[in-house]
C-alpha cells in the first residue's frame, strides 16, 4: 500500500472515529423515531444538498467528466506488468451505422438504392481501397491511414445478435453469449483468478480511467466501479491535499444520518488516486489544440499519458448514435466529430514519439439494418465494421470478410462474420501480452486469435497466469438484510473472515478459528452486537497465507 494511499486512509479513520462517538446506544429512541427527530433541523432541500454526491459518479477533470474504475485483477495484472503498451476504447454509444463509415464502394448501386436519400453521394467518398471508401467528412483520418497505423475489422458482430441497446451493450462489455446473462466485464473478470484480494490492495495508480459511460460493465467485477464528482483539475488537487471531499460528520443523527454518512465515505475512498492523476495532468502537456466533442476526451488521455501516469487502460465514450430519424444531418457531425478526435489525438502523441504504445480500438453495441426508414434514418442492424488506429498495426487495411448486401440473415441484416470476442482475444495476448490460457479462461472460450491484425508481443512482457489451489467463495442473499457467505477450504487452516467498510476499517469478524477442508457459511447481519447501516462493504477471507474478498451489499 502506497504511502499516499495510506496517508489518505489514516485522514478518513480519524474522522470516522469521530463520528463512530455519536453512534447508537441502548437508551436511544427507534430509528424511525429519530428519523423524524432529526428532519425537523434537516429540510429536505437541506439534506439533498448535504448528500452531494448524488448528482452523479464521476469526476471532473478540465470540463470533461471522469471516473476512476475501481481496480480489477486483469487491470491490477497490467498496472505491474513491465509492458508499456496503453489501450483506449472508444465506445460508439447508440448503434453505429458502418455502411456510411466505411462505403461499400464495390457494390454502390445496391448500397444507394437501398438508402435512397441517406446514401453518401459518390463525390463525396474518399477512396481507401478500389472496394471500399469513407466520406469526405472523415478525411482527418486519411494521415493515420496513409502513414499505416488504421485498420478496419468487417461484418463484426456475435452469434444471435441482440437490437436491445441495454442488452448488446452488457454483451460486448461482458463478452458473454447472447443468451447468458453477465454482470462482469471482459476486463474485470480477471480479478478472481489472478488477484483475489485486491480490494484490501490496490496499485499505486488507476489500473483504469473511464470517461463517460458509468454504468456499462467492461471494468465491472461484482459491485465494484465507484467514483465521485468533482469539477475541475484545481478541485481534484484540493482533494488530494485534503484527502477528503465530504464531510462524514455533520449529519443528522438517525438512519438516514448512517446512510449518508457512509456514502460520503465511500465516495471519499474514491479518491486514493486524486493525487497522482494531479501530477501527472500538471505534468503532461497538449500539443494539439482539440477541436471536438471527443477530443475534448481524448486530450485528457493523451496529457495523463504524456504526464505519465502508468495507467494503462482507458475508454472514452461518443453518444447520439441512434440515427432512427434525420441520419443526414446527426451521422456525419459524429463521424467528424469521432475522426477528428482520433487524429488530434494521435498528432498529440506522435510529438512525444508514442503513438506506438497505443491501441485505439472503435465499438459500437450493432450497426443499423441496409435499408433506411420511413424517417430518413436507419434502425437497428446487426454487423458492422470496427476501426483500429496506432503505429503497433504494423500497416493500414482491411481485415476479415467484407459485408455482403444481398447475402443477408433471416430478418434482413448484414451477416456478421468476426466475432467481437476474437479481437479482444487478440488485443489481450499480442498487444497487453496476457498469457493465452489467462485469455481463454476471462473470455470462457478459446476464441480464434486474428493475425492480419498486425500485432504482436516483441518487446512485451507476459502476464503468466499461477496455477493454485482457490479458496472458492460467494455472496448469497436470502431475501431478508442478512448475508450467506459461503466459502469453501481446499486445505485445513485457521480461518479469519472480517468484514470491512470502504475505508478499509475492519467492522465486524465473523470467523476467527481453525477449520477443516470442505465447505462452510457465515452469516453476516447488518443489526445485532455490531450495528452496520446499509450500504457497500468488503469480506475478507484469510487462510493458508492466502487472502480473498469481495464485496457485498447490506440493503
Not at 497490467?78 to 462505403?103: C, F, H, P, Q, Y
Amino acid at each position: 500500500m502506497s504511502n499516499q494511499y495510506k496517508k489518505h486512509l489514516q485522514l478518513l479513520q480519524s474522522k470516522l472515529r469521530a463520528a463512530k462517538k455519536q453512534q447508537y446506544d441502548g437508551s436511544r429512541l427507534e430509528d424511525g423515531i429519530a428519523h423524524e427527530q432529526a428532519h425537523r433541523n434537516w429540510s429536505r432541500r437541506g439534506f439533498l444538498k448535504g448528500l452531494g454526491i448524488a448528482g452523479g459518479m464521476s469526476m471532473m477533470l478540465g470540463k470533461t467528466p471522469i471516473s476512476a474504475a475501481a481496480p480489477s485483477p486483469f487491470l491490477k495484472a497490467l498496472s505491474e506488468a513491465e509492458t508499456d503498451r496503453i489501450l483506449v476504447l472508444i465506445r460508439l454509444k447508440g448503434g453505429n451505422d458502418g455502411l456510411n463509415m466505411v462505403i461499400p464502394t464495390f457494390d454502390y448501386g445496391t448500397y444507394s438504392s437501398l438508402r435512397p436519400t441517406i446514401a453518401v453521394p459518390t463525390n463525396a467518398i474518399t477512396a481507401l481501397s478500389p472496394e471500399f471508401g469513407m466520406p469526405n467528412y472523415m478525411n482527418s483520418l486519411q494521415s493515420l491511414w496513409q502513414e499505416g497505423q488504421m485498420k478496419v475489422v468487417h461484418s463484426v458482430g456475435y452469434p444471435n445478435q441482440n437490437l436491445s441497446h441495454f442488452r448488446s451493450s452488457d454483451i460486448w462489455a461482458s463478452a458473454s453469449d447472447a443468451n447468458d446473462i453477465v454482470q462482469d466485464g471482459w476486463l474485470g473478470r480477471y480479478l478472481s483468478g489472478e488477484y483475489p484480494d485486491y480490494l484490501t490492495n490496490p496499485p499505486a495508480v488507476p489500473p483504469a480511467v473511464q470517461i463517460g459511460g458509468s454504468g456499462n460493465l467492461v471494468f465491472k467485477e461484482g459491485l465494484n466501479n465507484l467514483s465521485v464528482v468533482v469539477n475541475n483539475p484545481e478541485q481534484l488537487f484540493e482533494i488530494a491535499q485534503n484527502g477528503a471531499l465530504y464531510d462524514t460528520q455533520d449529519v443528522p443523527e438517525c438512519l438516514v444520518g448512517d446512510q449518508l454518512s457512509f456514502l460520503r465515505t465511500v465516495a471519499n475512498a474514491t479518491f486514493v488516486y486524486a493525487g497522482v492523476i494531479k501530477e501527472a495532468y500538471d505534468a503532461g502537456t497538449n500539443s494539439v489544440d482539440y477541436s471536438t466533442q471527443l477530443g475534448d476526451q481524448l486530450s485528457l488521455v493523451a496529457r495523463l499519458i504524456k504526464g505519465d501516469l502508468g495507467t494503462k487502460l482507458f475508454m472514452v465514450e461518443l453518444g447520439g448514435f441512434d440515427t432512427h430519424a434525420n441520419q443526414p444531418n446527426n451521422h456525419p457531425n459524429l463521424m467528424n466529430n469521432l475522426a477528428g478526435g482520433l487524429s488530434d489525438f494521435f498528432a498529440d502523441l506522435a510529438v512525444a514519439g508514442l503513438e506506438d504504445k497505443v491501441l485505439a480500438m472503435t465499438y459500437s453495441e450493432f450497426g443499423r439494418r441496409i435499408e433506411q426508414n420511413g424517417s430518413n434514418g436507419t434502425d437497428h442492424g446487426a454487423a458492422a465494421p470496427l476501426m483500429l488506429f496506432g503505429g503497433g498495426l504494423n500497416g493500414n487495411g482491411f481485415v476479415g470478410t467484407a459485408p455482403d448486401l444481398q447475402d443477408v440473415d433471416e430478418v434482413g441484416n448484414l451477416k456478421f462474420h468476426t466475432d467481437f470476442r476474437e479481437i479482444y482475444a487478440t488485443i489481450m495476448e499480442n498487444w497487453l501480452c496476457i498469457d493465452a490460457e489467462t485469455v481463454d479462461n476471462v473470455l470462457g472460450h478459446d476464441f480464434n486469435r486474428i493475425g492480419d491484425l498486425g500485432l504482436d508481443c516483441i518487446g512485451g512482457t507476459s502476464i503468466d497466469s499461477t496455477q493454485k489451489l482457490a479458496i472458492e467463495h460467494q455472496a448469497r442473499y436470502d431475501g431478508s438484510r442478512q448475508v450467506l457467505i459461503h466459502y469453501t477450504l481446499p486445505y485445513s487452516a485457521h480461518v479469519r473472515l472480517d468484514i470491512h467498510n470502504l475505508a478499509g476499517q475492519v467492522v465486524a469478524t465473523l470467523v476467527n478459528d481453525y477449520q477443516l477442508t470442505g465447505t462452510h457459511q457465515a452469516i453476516l447481519r447488518p443489526s445485532g452486537s455490531t450495528y452496520l447501516p446499509a450500504g457497500q462493504y468488503i469480506y475478507r477471507i484469510e487462510a493458508g497465507g492466502q487472502a480473498v474478498s469481495r464485496s457485498v451489499l447490506i440493503r
